[in-house]
């Protein structure tokens, strides 16, 4: 038997996050399997081959998008060629849903069988792009316990897989209280994965630290800094809002930010989500363009754009979004929390307590058997005498 090949889309960092550990449990399933696709280095260090760097298409916002058009018009050619010419046995898109519709298009019309991992949050805007998913998609593989039943109820075939952030962080892990008023409590600041949210989020975040700092002195900021980031991006802010700050760049992995850190203020995304299972309290922030907003909030159909959020149904995290996520209110809410260590030391316990709403750890693992199941059902299905394949 020939070894399977297989095409990954994933079109942001966590994207290819969540995408090296699928490869990884792919290879363990079948190590001849053939992976390639969109991603970046977290892919590729598992052995995916990457015929597009996916931190050339990341953006955020509606009409962020059109400054990349180019770039991405380039990679969907690339895509379309290597699904045309390599036919692999299976299509695996990773969220990044307006790309991924698109190639999941291509791939319907060459028979390929498509399984989705980490839906679009179609459940929040957009709830008619379901009909397009029912169309085009053969499996949602989803990770959110709710997105299961609400995929259920529009007919699409679906398993919910339980969260891949829980094979990164132990389910005995309990982290320790921070005092907050230690020599130097420390904040961390995460300005996001993409270079928008970065030039848009880190001067903010920068001065609601300056705020912060004059009414709290002797605080430590830690700014986190993705590896889709170049680091003199983030020390050219830094020269223009970061003053005096007591403030250092920590490259790579959060983890340590997390454990160090009191209070976070994050860009909204799946970090925050990360921070709510290390137990660290976090205040959510959201800027777009203006018409990006305008558009988002007449589609928008959920009562929070944070994960634990939505998962715990109640405000665990506050939530600066727009004309709010503006220095003054950001230090106020963060001065608040830490003026509040009572009330803090519970928020961790409740924060904690998401992790039993997601499901258990080997998410990846359960996916690479939805894939190969797909595979061998599309295999039999291929070999039927009733089976008509395009030439």
């Known amino acids: ?9 994933a079109g942001e960092a966590s994207g290819d996050m969540h995408g090296a550990r699928l490869v990884r449990a792919i290879k363990k399933h079948s190590p001849d399997a053939f992976v390639f696709g969109v991603g970046a280095n977290a892919m590729q260090s598992e052995g995916a081959r990457i015929i597009v760097d996916s931190r050339k298409l990341s953006v955020v916002g509606l009409t962020e998008v059109i400054s990349k058009l180019p770039t991405i018009y380039r990679a969907m050619g690339s895509v379309k060629k290597y699904l045309q010419r390599l036919r692999p046995n299976l299509l695996i898109l990773i969220d990044f849903p307006d790309f991924n519709f698109r190639v999941a298009a291509v791939a319907k019309k060459l028979s390929i069988p498509v399984l989705y991992y980490i839906s679009p949050q179609i459940w929040a805007w957009r709830q008619n792009r379901v009909k397009k998913i029912k169309r085009l998609v053969d499996h949602m593989a989803v990770i959110l316990p709710f997105e299961a039943s609400f995929y259920r109820k529009h007919g699409v075939p679906v398993t919910f897989v339980g969260h891949p952030l829980l094979d990164r962080i132990p389910p005995a892990y309990a982290r320790p209280s921070k005092p907050l008023d230690s020599e130097k409590p420390i904040i961390g600041l995460l300005p996001g994965s993409r270079e928008k949210e970065v030039t848009t989020l880190l001067p903010i975040m920068l001065q609601a630290a300056q705020r912060i700092d004059h009414s709290r002195p002797a605080v430590k900021f830690l700014v986190s800094c993705s590896t889709s980031i170049k680091e003199d991006l983030l020390e050219d802010i830094f020269r223009q809002y970061a003053g005096a700050l007591d403030v250092s760049i920590v490259k790579g992995p959060v983890e340590p930010i997390f454990k160090e850190s009191c209070v976070l203020v994050g860009a909204s995304g799946t970090v925050t989500l990360e921070a709510a299972l ?14 990006s907003y305008w558009l988002g909030k007449r589609l928008i159909k959920v009562d929070y754009i944070g994960i634990a959020n939505l998962i715990a149904k109640k405000q665990l995290m506050p939530e600066l979004i727009q004309e709010d996520a503006s220095p003054q209110p950001i230090a106020e809410t963060v001065i608040r929390m830490v003026s509040e260590p009572e009330k803090l ?6 924060l904690l307590g998401v992790r039993k709403l997601l499901g258990g750890a080997g998410a990846s693992d359960r996916v690479a058997k939805i894939a190969f199941d797909l595979i061998q059902r ?14």
């Not at 038997?1 to 889309?9: A, G, L, Q």
């Not at 599309?378 to 030439?391: D, L």
């Open 278 to 291: 290390h137990g660290t309290p976090t205040v959510i922030v959201y800027k777009v363009s203006p018409l």
């Open 345 to 350: 030391r519970q928020l961790e316990k409740e």
């Open 378 to 391: 599309s295999e039999k299905k291929s070999s039927s005498p009733e089976r008509t394949v395009p030439i």
């Open 1 to 9: 038997m020939s070894p399977k090949k297989i095409m990954i889309i």
